[in-house]
Protein backbone atom coordinates (compact mmCIF):
# COMPACT_ATOMS: atom_id res chain seq x y z
CA UNK A 1 0.00 0.00 0.00
CA UNK A 2 1.56 3.21 -1.33
CA UNK A 3 1.78 6.11 1.68
CA UNK A 4 -0.76 9.07 1.48
CA UNK A 5 0.78 12.19 2.96
CA UNK A 6 -1.59 14.56 1.67
CA UNK A 7 -5.76 14.66 0.52
CA UNK A 8 -7.54 16.80 -0.48
CA UNK A 9 -11.28 17.20 1.35
CA UNK A 10 -14.34 17.68 -1.36
CA UNK A 11 -18.15 17.95 -1.44
CA UNK A 12 -19.95 17.93 -4.10
CA UNK A 13 -16.76 18.09 -6.30
CA UNK A 14 -15.79 21.29 -4.57
CA UNK A 15 -11.72 21.50 -2.85
CA UNK A 16 -12.87 22.16 0.91
CA UNK A 17 -9.73 22.16 1.80
CA UNK A 18 -6.22 20.00 2.44
CA UNK A 19 -5.35 17.28 4.96
CA UNK A 20 -1.97 16.13 5.76
CA UNK A 21 0.10 14.87 8.53
CA UNK A 22 2.29 17.16 10.90
CA UNK A 23 6.20 16.57 10.31
CA UNK A 24 6.45 13.98 13.35
CA UNK A 25 2.77 12.21 11.75
CA UNK A 26 1.74 12.20 14.89
CA UNK A 27 -1.22 15.06 14.04
CA UNK A 28 -3.28 16.13 11.14
CA UNK A 29 -3.57 19.64 9.53
CA UNK A 30 -5.85 20.88 7.97
CA UNK A 31 -6.48 24.26 6.44
CA UNK A 32 -9.67 25.41 4.18
CA UNK A 33 -9.25 26.37 0.60
CA UNK A 34 -9.08 29.93 -0.21
CA UNK A 35 -12.10 29.79 -3.05
CA UNK A 36 -14.07 27.81 0.02
CA UNK A 37 -12.94 30.44 2.58
CA UNK A 38 -15.04 33.26 0.29
CA UNK A 39 -18.14 30.32 -1.02
CA UNK A 40 -18.25 28.14 1.28
CA UNK A 41 -19.17 27.15 4.97
CA UNK A 42 -17.77 25.85 8.39
CA UNK A 43 -17.95 22.01 8.06
CA UNK A 44 -17.54 21.54 11.88
CA UNK A 45 -18.11 25.08 13.88
CA UNK A 46 -16.61 24.44 17.01
CA UNK A 47 -13.40 22.86 15.81
CA UNK A 48 -12.81 24.16 12.33
CA UNK A 49 -14.32 28.04 11.85
CA UNK A 50 -14.39 29.62 8.42
CA UNK A 51 -10.61 30.67 8.61
CA UNK A 52 -7.73 31.33 6.71
CA UNK A 53 -5.51 29.38 9.56
CA UNK A 54 -3.62 25.83 9.83
CA UNK A 55 -5.49 24.33 12.12
CA UNK A 56 -3.78 21.15 14.09
CA UNK A 57 -5.50 18.59 15.83
CA UNK A 58 -5.16 17.34 19.27
CA UNK A 59 -3.56 13.95 20.09
CA UNK A 60 -6.60 13.00 21.80
CA UNK A 61 -9.11 11.93 21.61
CA UNK A 62 -8.92 10.38 18.00
CA UNK A 63 -5.56 10.06 17.87
CA UNK A 64 -4.41 13.06 16.39
CA UNK A 65 -7.27 13.26 13.84
CA UNK A 66 -10.05 15.85 13.48
CA UNK A 67 -13.63 14.98 14.94
CA UNK A 68 -15.34 15.79 12.03
CA UNK A 69 -12.96 13.57 9.32
CA UNK A 70 -13.40 10.84 12.24
CA UNK A 71 -16.68 10.74 11.55
CA UNK A 72 -15.69 9.60 7.91
CA UNK A 73 -14.11 6.38 9.21
CA UNK A 74 -15.92 2.86 10.03
CA UNK A 75 -15.83 2.22 13.85
CA UNK A 76 -16.65 -0.60 16.12
CA UNK A 77 -17.83 -3.19 13.02
CA UNK A 78 -16.79 -1.87 10.37
CA UNK A 79 -12.91 -1.06 11.66
CA UNK A 80 -13.26 -4.65 12.79
CA UNK A 81 -13.72 -5.50 9.25
CA UNK A 82 -11.39 -2.90 7.67
CA UNK A 83 -8.70 -3.64 10.19
CA UNK A 84 -8.91 -7.92 9.65
CA UNK A 85 -8.65 -7.24 5.95
CA UNK A 86 -5.62 -5.15 5.91
CA UNK A 87 -4.20 -7.58 8.08
CA UNK A 88 -4.62 -10.37 5.02
CA UNK A 89 -3.67 -7.91 2.82
CA UNK A 90 0.05 -7.91 5.06
CA UNK A 91 -0.56 -4.04 6.07
CA UNK A 92 0.73 -3.07 9.23
CA UNK A 93 -2.21 -1.39 10.88
CA UNK A 94 -0.21 -0.03 13.65
CA UNK A 95 1.76 2.17 10.72
CA UNK A 96 -1.58 3.92 9.32
CA UNK A 97 -2.34 7.19 9.83
CA UNK A 98 -5.71 8.86 10.10
CA UNK A 99 -5.26 10.53 6.61
CA UNK A 100 -4.14 7.11 5.08
CA UNK A 101 -7.26 5.40 6.63
CA UNK A 102 -9.20 8.53 4.98
CA UNK A 103 -7.89 7.87 1.56
CA UNK A 104 -8.95 4.30 1.48
CA UNK A 105 -12.53 5.58 2.64
CA UNK A 106 -12.08 8.13 -0.17
CA UNK A 107 -16.04 8.41 -1.67
CA UNK A 108 -17.56 5.67 -0.34
CA UNK A 109 -18.56 7.11 3.20
CA UNK A 110 -21.53 8.42 4.97
CA UNK A 111 -22.01 12.21 5.16
CA UNK A 112 -20.52 14.34 1.64
CA UNK A 113 -17.83 14.81 2.28
CA UNK A 114 -14.89 12.37 0.37
CA UNK A 115 -11.31 12.69 0.16
CA UNK A 116 -9.04 12.48 -2.93
CA UNK A 117 -6.67 10.51 -3.70
CA UNK A 118 -8.38 7.16 -3.00
CA UNK A 119 -6.48 4.76 -2.04
CA UNK A 120 -8.06 0.88 -3.47
CA UNK A 121 -7.26 -2.09 -1.15
CA UNK A 122 -10.09 -4.52 -2.75
CA UNK A 123 -12.89 -4.78 -4.80
CA UNK A 124 -16.16 -4.46 -4.17
CA UNK A 125 -19.06 -7.66 -4.06
CA UNK A 126 -22.15 -7.61 -5.38
CA UNK A 127 -25.18 -10.02 -5.47
CA UNK A 128 -25.26 -11.87 -2.14
CA UNK A 129 -28.54 -12.20 -0.32
CA UNK A 130 -29.70 -10.55 3.39
CA UNK A 131 -29.82 -13.87 4.72
CA UNK A 132 -26.11 -14.66 3.57
CA UNK A 133 -24.45 -11.35 4.75
CA UNK A 134 -26.12 -11.82 7.97
CA UNK A 135 -24.77 -15.50 8.40
CA UNK A 136 -21.28 -14.07 7.44
CA UNK A 137 -21.29 -11.27 10.07
CA UNK A 138 -22.07 -13.81 12.43
CA UNK A 139 -18.89 -16.62 11.36
CA UNK A 140 -16.77 -13.53 10.85
CA UNK A 141 -18.06 -11.33 14.64
CA UNK A 142 -17.63 -15.47 16.26
CA UNK A 143 -14.27 -15.96 14.93
CA UNK A 144 -15.77 -19.53 13.49
CA UNK A 145 -13.86 -18.74 9.92
CA UNK A 146 -11.18 -16.97 8.82
CA UNK A 147 -12.75 -16.16 5.49
CA UNK A 148 -11.86 -12.71 3.39
CA UNK A 149 -14.20 -9.68 5.23
CA UNK A 150 -13.93 -7.71 2.00
CA UNK A 151 -17.63 -8.53 0.94
CA UNK A 152 -19.20 -7.45 4.48
CA UNK A 153 -16.84 -4.48 4.60
CA UNK A 154 -17.42 -3.08 0.99
CA UNK A 155 -21.48 -3.56 1.74
CA UNK A 156 -21.52 -1.67 4.67
CA UNK A 157 -20.57 1.77 3.12
CA UNK A 158 -18.16 2.49 6.01
CA UNK A 159 -21.33 2.82 8.57
CA UNK A 160 -20.71 3.07 12.12
CA UNK A 161 -22.10 1.25 15.09
CA UNK A 162 -21.28 -2.53 16.82
CA UNK A 163 -23.95 -4.15 14.83
CA UNK A 164 -23.06 -5.05 11.19
CA UNK A 165 -24.99 -3.20 8.11
CA UNK A 166 -24.90 -3.41 4.61
CA UNK A 167 -26.45 -0.84 2.36
CA UNK A 168 -29.26 -2.03 -0.19
CA UNK A 169 -31.14 0.22 -2.86
CA UNK A 170 -34.42 -0.84 -4.55
CA UNK A 171 -37.43 0.65 -5.93
CA UNK A 172 -38.16 2.60 -2.90
CA UNK A 173 -35.03 4.23 -2.07
CA UNK A 174 -31.73 3.94 -0.28
CA UNK A 175 -31.88 2.03 2.53
CA UNK A 176 -29.26 1.08 5.76
CA UNK A 177 -30.06 -2.59 6.73
CA UNK A 178 -29.20 -3.89 10.04
CA UNK A 179 -28.31 -7.18 10.89
CA UNK A 180 -28.10 -8.81 14.66
CA UNK A 181 -24.41 -9.36 16.56
CA UNK A 182 -24.02 -12.75 18.22
CA UNK A 183 -25.57 -11.40 21.29
CA UNK A 184 -28.33 -9.89 19.73
CA UNK A 185 -31.70 -11.95 19.98
CA UNK A 186 -33.09 -13.52 16.80
CA UNK A 187 -35.89 -10.69 16.82
CA UNK A 188 -34.14 -7.62 17.16
CA UNK A 189 -35.31 -6.24 13.73
CA UNK A 190 -38.53 -6.42 15.13
CA UNK A 191 -37.54 -4.87 18.19
CA UNK A 192 -35.99 -2.29 16.46
CA UNK A 193 -38.92 -1.21 14.36
CA UNK A 194 -41.30 -1.38 17.38
CA UNK A 195 -39.51 1.58 18.81
CA UNK A 196 -39.23 3.52 15.62
CA UNK A 197 -43.32 3.24 15.55
CA UNK A 198 -43.06 4.88 19.41
CA UNK A 199 -40.32 7.11 18.30
CA UNK A 200 -42.91 8.47 15.47
CA UNK A 201 -45.83 8.59 17.94
CA UNK A 202 -44.03 10.49 20.23
CA UNK A 203 -43.18 12.96 17.96
CA UNK A 204 -39.95 12.33 16.99
CA UNK A 205 -38.78 12.39 14.15
CA UNK A 206 -37.13 9.18 12.27
CA UNK A 207 -36.14 8.21 9.09
CA UNK A 208 -38.55 5.84 6.85
CA UNK A 209 -38.02 2.54 8.33
CA UNK A 210 -39.08 -1.05 7.47
CA UNK A 211 -38.74 -4.47 7.65
CA UNK A 212 -37.03 -6.42 4.56
CA UNK A 213 -37.59 -10.44 4.57
CA UNK A 214 -39.85 -9.69 7.39
CA UNK A 215 -37.01 -9.76 10.01
CA UNK A 216 -34.47 -7.72 8.61
CA UNK A 217 -34.40 -3.65 9.83
CA UNK A 218 -34.20 -0.97 7.24
CA UNK A 219 -33.63 2.52 7.74
CA UNK A 220 -33.72 5.35 4.81
CA UNK A 221 -30.22 6.65 4.35
CA UNK A 222 -30.90 10.90 5.81
CA UNK A 223 -27.50 11.84 4.60
CA UNK A 224 -28.96 11.21 0.85
CA UNK A 225 -31.89 13.90 -0.34
CA UNK A 226 -33.32 13.78 -3.58
CA UNK A 227 -29.78 12.18 -4.69
CA UNK A 228 -27.94 14.84 -3.30
CA UNK A 229 -25.34 13.68 -0.48
CA UNK A 230 -25.97 15.82 2.79
CA UNK A 231 -22.88 16.92 5.37
CA UNK A 232 -23.63 15.46 8.13
CA UNK A 233 -21.55 15.69 11.84
CA UNK A 234 -22.19 13.64 14.68
CA UNK A 235 -22.60 15.47 18.15
CA UNK A 236 -19.32 13.81 19.18
CA UNK A 237 -17.38 15.21 16.42
CA UNK A 238 -18.94 18.49 16.94
CA UNK A 239 -17.71 18.38 20.74
CA UNK A 240 -14.85 16.21 19.96
CA UNK A 241 -15.27 13.67 22.20
CA UNK A 242 -14.85 10.11 22.22
CA UNK A 243 -17.79 7.85 23.37
CA UNK A 244 -15.30 5.11 24.44
CA UNK A 245 -15.24 7.14 27.56
CA UNK A 246 -18.34 8.86 28.23
CA UNK A 247 -18.68 12.42 29.08
CA UNK A 248 -21.54 13.91 27.61
CA UNK A 249 -24.26 15.37 29.37
CA UNK A 250 -27.71 15.65 27.80
CA UNK A 251 -27.59 19.45 29.29
CA UNK A 252 -24.58 19.88 26.61
CA UNK A 253 -26.68 18.21 24.22
CA UNK A 254 -29.56 20.68 24.53
CA UNK A 255 -27.26 23.44 24.10
CA UNK A 256 -25.35 22.20 20.96
CA UNK A 257 -28.61 21.93 19.50
CA UNK A 258 -29.81 25.55 20.22
CA UNK A 259 -26.58 26.75 19.07
CA UNK A 260 -26.16 25.23 15.84
CA UNK A 261 -29.59 25.30 14.81
CA UNK A 262 -30.74 28.65 16.43
CA UNK A 263 -33.99 26.83 16.51
CA UNK A 264 -36.28 26.01 19.57
CA UNK A 265 -38.38 23.61 18.13
CA UNK A 266 -35.14 21.32 17.17
CA UNK A 267 -34.20 22.11 21.35
CA UNK A 268 -37.01 20.33 22.06
CA UNK A 269 -37.04 17.78 19.94
CA UNK A 270 -33.53 16.82 21.24
CA UNK A 271 -35.78 16.95 24.75
CA UNK A 272 -38.17 14.70 23.57
CA UNK A 273 -35.27 12.20 22.20
CA UNK A 274 -34.06 12.24 25.92
CA UNK A 275 -37.22 11.53 27.49
CA UNK A 276 -37.56 8.35 25.18
CA UNK A 277 -34.09 7.12 25.80
CA UNK A 278 -34.23 6.86 29.70
CA UNK A 279 -38.16 5.74 29.27
CA UNK A 280 -37.58 3.31 27.26
CA UNK A 281 -34.22 1.99 28.85
CA UNK A 282 -31.73 2.77 25.77
CA UNK A 283 -28.79 3.34 27.46
CA UNK A 284 -26.70 2.92 24.30
CA UNK A 285 -27.40 7.08 24.29
CA UNK A 286 -23.71 8.26 23.06
CA UNK A 287 -22.99 10.97 21.59
CA UNK A 288 -22.07 9.64 18.34
CA UNK A 289 -25.98 8.15 17.86
CA UNK A 290 -27.43 12.02 17.50
CA UNK A 291 -26.30 13.89 14.25
CA UNK A 292 -26.83 16.79 12.43
CA UNK A 293 -26.86 17.84 8.86
CA UNK A 294 -25.85 21.07 6.70
CA UNK A 295 -28.77 22.10 3.92
CA UNK A 296 -29.43 24.74 2.05
CA UNK A 297 -26.86 27.32 4.54
CA UNK A 298 -28.35 26.44 7.78
CA UNK A 299 -27.59 22.74 10.40
CA UNK A 300 -30.77 21.03 11.45
CA UNK A 301 -30.51 18.12 13.69
CA UNK A 302 -31.16 14.81 11.46
CA UNK A 303 -33.48 12.50 12.18
CA UNK A 304 -33.53 9.89 15.22
CA UNK A 305 -31.38 6.13 14.86
CA UNK A 306 -29.94 3.51 16.59
CA UNK A 307 -33.15 3.53 18.59
CA UNK A 308 -33.69 -0.05 20.68
CA UNK A 309 -33.73 -1.55 24.44
CA UNK A 310 -30.24 -1.70 25.53
CA UNK A 311 -30.25 -2.51 29.45
CA UNK A 312 -26.58 -2.85 29.77
CA UNK A 313 -24.86 0.97 28.83
CA UNK A 314 -21.86 1.80 30.47
CA UNK A 315 -21.81 -0.18 33.47
CA UNK A 316 -25.58 -0.29 33.49
CA UNK A 317 -26.29 3.31 33.29
CA UNK A 318 -26.54 5.70 29.89
CA UNK A 319 -24.36 7.00 27.89
CA UNK A 320 -25.08 10.40 28.34
CA UNK A 321 -25.97 11.90 31.37
CA UNK A 322 -29.00 13.51 32.97
CA UNK A 323 -27.87 16.55 35.40
CA UNK A 324 -24.57 14.30 35.97
CA UNK A 325 -26.54 11.38 37.04
CA UNK A 326 -26.37 7.81 34.77
CA UNK A 327 -29.26 6.59 36.25
CA UNK A 328 -31.95 9.69 35.48
CA UNK A 329 -35.09 10.47 37.67
CA UNK A 330 -37.81 12.03 36.35
CA UNK A 331 -36.18 15.32 38.73
CA UNK A 332 -33.25 15.42 36.66
CA UNK A 333 -35.25 15.54 33.34
CA UNK A 334 -36.46 18.60 34.50
CA UNK A 335 -33.64 20.40 35.77
CA UNK A 336 -32.06 19.58 32.50
CA UNK A 337 -35.15 21.17 30.70
CA UNK A 338 -34.96 24.09 32.88
CA UNK A 339 -31.44 25.17 32.18
CA UNK A 340 -32.35 25.48 28.05
CA UNK A 341 -35.32 27.32 29.08
CA UNK A 342 -37.72 25.07 28.75
CA UNK A 343 -39.99 25.30 31.79
CA UNK A 344 -41.17 22.49 34.28
CA UNK A 345 -44.56 22.81 32.68
CA UNK A 346 -43.37 22.11 29.44
CA UNK A 347 -40.92 19.78 30.74
CA UNK A 348 -43.24 17.56 32.22
CA UNK A 349 -45.64 17.75 29.60
CA UNK A 350 -43.03 16.14 27.02
CA UNK A 351 -42.50 13.71 29.19
CA UNK A 352 -45.64 12.54 29.66
CA UNK A 353 -46.58 12.69 26.09
CA UNK A 354 -43.36 10.48 25.52
CA UNK A 355 -44.31 7.59 27.94
CA UNK A 356 -47.80 7.63 26.80
CA UNK A 357 -46.80 7.03 22.97
CA UNK A 358 -44.16 4.19 24.42
CA UNK A 359 -46.21 2.50 26.89
CA UNK A 360 -45.80 -0.84 25.14
CA UNK A 361 -42.04 -0.24 25.63
CA UNK A 362 -41.46 1.48 28.50
CA UNK A 363 -38.84 0.09 31.07
CA UNK A 364 -40.00 -1.58 34.13
CA UNK A 365 -38.69 1.07 36.58
CA UNK A 366 -40.98 3.55 34.43
CA UNK A 367 -44.23 1.33 34.63
CA UNK A 368 -46.75 2.98 36.49
CA UNK A 369 -44.39 6.00 37.73
CA UNK A 370 -45.87 9.14 38.60
CA UNK A 371 -45.35 11.16 35.95
Not at 19 to 48: N, Q, V
Not at 188 to 195: C, H, K
Not at 273 to 291: G, Q, S, V, Y
Amino acid sequence: MKRTERLTVTYHNRTVGTLTMTPDRTRCAFAYDKEWLSTGFSIAPLELPLKSDLFIAKAEPFGGNFGIFEDSLPDGYGTYLLDRMLRRKGIDIATLTPVERLSIVGSSGMGALCYVPETKVGESSEGYTLDALQQMALDVLSEKDDEDPSVLYFNSGNSGGCRPKCLVTDDEGHWLVKFRHTYDPKDMGIEELRYNECARRAGITVPDYKLMEGKYFATRRFDLREGQRLHTATAAALLGVDIRTPNVDYKTLLHLTGFITQDPAQVDEMYRRMAFNILTDNKDDHAKNFAFLYDHGRWSLAPAYDLTRCTAGYNGEHATTVNGHGRPTLEDMITVGETIRIPRKRGLEIIRSVAEACTEILAEEWKGAKL
